[in-house]
């Protein structure tokens, strides 16, 4: 039996879930973060090496200092960074607890998590689009041999590695497999590497394509993967090469069941929006707030963590309104 009702639930524990219940705490309201992975689960999940495109200071929150030794932190300096906000706060975040429904029954959402289920008057999405990759819908992406996250280079030393885009995570995948001792090649959709690729890192991979180190496909898709090689299809030519291993670093979309489920409307377009009102975050959906990257549907370079965290406070602060 369910005796307690939150003023408001948030799904989601990283860096904007955890500023939401800061906000939350600071407004008094009754809340409780579920996230079902580790801490900052999408940051964990990060290249080990990766440095971010943010300055520290543009990712602080609450005016807790984030201190970095480089102008830009690390993924390490960022765990570390978030650990103490949540414990700084001593926020109630239930981690390792996925959600699985949700539903309104009059005023009140009732949701269900892999471990149990909760009442909650207000609802926050700040769920990111990291746990879903774009798949190539290709024969052959299956293989074990094929990832779509990246860790770190040292598998690869001496393996025939194909790095799938054209964008940071794919650069950063080329460029450390190739440094570790990879025979690296790439296949890009465009003619070159993302314009948007990190300005300290893409004249590298710029002229490592250039002078040959890293073998570009441009303006190429993949048509098949094999246990031993993958065929490419060029501008001129279908073209076969051996291969080890697949990074298809093909970006990542938010997981819209949550959505959907609560009924939240999208747009129309290709960029899938959902539906909220800017001035307080709330969806068509009464009492269903979004914040951070979700509100950008498919478009996942329209929102980053510097930009969202302004979210948290306008959510606290039009659900204290309502709820007073």
């Known amino acids: 039996m369910i005796n307690k009702v939150y003023d408001v639930l948030i799904i989601g524990g990283g860096p904007i879930g955890l500023a939401c219940g800061v906000e939350a705490q600071n407004a ?20 080990i090496n990766m440095t971010f495109f943010s300055t520290s200071d543009r990712l602080e929150m609450a005016n807790i200092p984030f201190m970095s030794v480089g102008n830009k ?12 906000i ?3 706060f001593d926020l109630n975040v239930h981690l390792y607890e996925g959600v699985e ?20 008057k207000k609802i926050v999405l700040a769920t990111g689009f990291y746990d879903l990759p774009n798949l ?3 024969p052959g992406e299956e293989l074990p041999k094929v990832q779509h996250y990246y860790k770190e280079p040292w598998p690869f030393i001496g393996q025939k590695v194909l790095v799938v885009g054209g964008a940071n995570s794919a650069v950063d995948a080329a460029l450390e497999t190739w440094r570790k001792g990879a025979e690296v090649s790439m296949v890009l959709l465009e003619e070159e590497v993302d314009q948007n690729v990190k300005y300290w890192v ?14 570009a496909f441009t303006q190429s898709k993949v048509k098949e993967i094999r246990e031993h090689e993958v065929i490419i299809t060029t501008p001129t030519e279908e ?20 959505l959907d489920q609560l009924g939240v409307e999208m747009s129309l377009d290709e960029k899938r929006q959902p539906c909220y009102d800017q001035a307080n975050q709330e969806s068509n959906v009464p009492g269903v707030y979004l914040a951070g990257v979700v509100c ?11 930009n969202s965290i302004v979210h948290a406070e306008s959510i606290m602060k039009d659900i204290k309104e309502k709820l007073d």
């Open 101 to 120: 429904t949700l539903k309104k029954k009059g005023d009140i959402f009732e949701i269900k998590s892999s471990k149990a289920t909760y009442q909650t």
């Open 136 to 138: 190539m819908n290709v």
């Open 73 to 84: 932190p690390t993924r390490t300096e960022a765990l570390e960074y978030y650990r103490r």
């Open 28 to 47: 008094g309201l009754e809340y409780v973060i579920l996230e079902k992975g580790a801490l900052t689960n999408s940051i964990y999940n990060y290249p």
């Open 86 to 88: 949540f414990f700084h």
């Open 202 to 215: 893409r004249p590298d991979i710029m002229n490592r394509i250039k002078e040959g180190s890293i073998k």
């Open 296 to 306: 950008g549907g498919l478009n996942t370079r329209e929102f980053f963590i510097e």
């Open 239 to 258: 073209v076969t090469i051996e291969n080890d291993f697949v990074l298809a670093m093909t970006g990542y979309k938010p997981n819209f069941a949550l």
